[in-house]
T-cell receptor
Framework: QKEVEQNSGPLSVPEGAIASLNCTYS??????FFWYRQYSGKSPELIMF????GDKEDGRFTAQLNKASQYVSLLIRDSQPSDSATYLC????????FGKGTMLLVSP | EAGVAQSPRYKIIEKRQSVAFWCNPISGHATLYWYQQILGQGPKLLIQFQNNGVVDDSQLPKDRFSAERLKGVDSTLKIQPAKLEDSAVYLC??????????????FGPGTRLTVT
């Protein structure tokens, strides 16, 4: 059974701080890694994907992947109240497996 | 570019009744997915179609759930009969695989099902 683990949170950070969201996965054959943002009552929205070890930056978001440690993270710089949402980590082998998500709360 | 369309947005039924959900993917996306998301959980894949063929339905409760994707475009998901534990949001997603294994999925607004 492929598993994707995330701390459910909530993770609380003040506006302007860096939010760090973490995810571990069990399937060493996993090839692609995604971060989705889900606002309350809304559907998931893709914000980042990463395929290779290392860092990938897109605006205020940085995804980090370490396949040896089976670990993927998402950093959000200069956090804004509008970033408050649940962040879902998803991992592919043959299909996409989601974690339960981490709730992020950014206070003004 | 139009997104993934789903209907209805909300549905309330009694247990043992049947219900059907409809999904129209992004134009040109060959792969379509149905997910079940229970409150506080991540989405769980129910079934994946590639064009009109089933790629994965290992987590679909086949005694009560069925899905089809005729003509490789839109899809319907049916529950018959419904149980209380089927209360969830049913999400449809689509993707256009860049390679054989890499894909980015785009989700529709979902259908919130309440079974009483």
């Amino acid at each position: 059974q492929k598993e994707v683990e995330q701390n459910s949170g909530p993770l609380s950070v003040p506006e302007g701080a860096i939010a760090s969201l973490n995810c571990t996965y069990s399937d060493r054959g996993s090839q692609s890694f995604f971060w989705y943002r889900q606002y309350s009552g809304k559907s998931p929205e893709l914000i980042m994907f990463i395929y290779s070890n290392g860092d990938k930056e897109d605006g205020r978001f940085t995804a980090q992947l370490n396949k040896a440690s089976q670990y993927v993270s998402l950093l959000i710089r200069d956090s804004q109240p509008s970033d408050s949402a649940t962040y879902l980590c998803a991992v592919t082998g043959s299909t996409l497996t989601f974690g339960k998500g981490t709730m992020l709360l950014v206070s003004p | 570019e139009a997104g993934v369309a789903q209907s209805p947005r909300y549905k309330i039924i009694e247990k043992r009744q049947s219900v059907a959900f409809w999904c129209n993917p992004i134009s040109g996306h060959a792969t379509l997915y149905w997910y079940q998301q229970i409150l506080g959980q991540g989405p769980k894949l129910l079934i994946q179609f590639q064009n009109n063929g089933v790629v994965d339905d290992s987590q679909l409760p086949k005694d009560r759930f069925s899905a089809e994707r005729l003509k490789g475009v839109d899809s319907t998901l049916k529950i018959q009969p419904a149980k209380l534990e089927d209360s969830a949001v049913y999400l449809c997603a689509s993707s256009a695989p860049l390679t054989g294994t890499d894909y980015e999925q785009y989700f529709g607004p979902g259908t919130r099902l309440t079974v009483t």
